[in-house]
């Protein structure tokens, strides 16, 4: 997997941010069975970034904890089964990695949510990247049903990876 992390604040963490993201990731590719590498790109933003970001791509004119920006259009979350016909849109000709998409994601939000929820800020920092990755595989939360898969996917991921509601 290829992923780029990019820090557009002084922020930083008690933890290692690009290795959460790598660890968080690939769990979850795992555990949805994508049988490509990857590319991911991963913004880390302050509040107005992500609401501008926010506001241009989805005229939505607030801040967020996390943007996902999926290439892939699936027939069925998780379904990387990928016709020829598509294989100029979704890999690179250069290194043949699927191009998942990109990850923008709020540092302040994750400050802030994991006070609010009285846990530490890598388990908020690597629940939105699952969440997110999730997003980028196909899956949404439109209805409560759709959400109780995604929840239910990323407990199993950040329990997997030993992430709890402790650190």
Known sequence: MTFYVENETA????????ETVRRVAEAVLKSEGCPYEVQLNVILTDNEGIRGFNRDFRQIDRETDVLSF?????EA????DIGQEREADYFDPDTGELLLGDIILSVEKVREQALCYGHGEEREFAFLVAHSMLHLCGYDHMTEAEAAVMEA???AVLTGLGITRNK
């Open 11 to 18: 922020v930083g963490f008690s933890f290692d941010a690009e």
């Open 70 to 74: 999926p290439n892939l259009d699936f």
């Open 77 to 80: 979350a998780a379904d990387f």
């Open 153 to 155: 996917k990323q407990e």
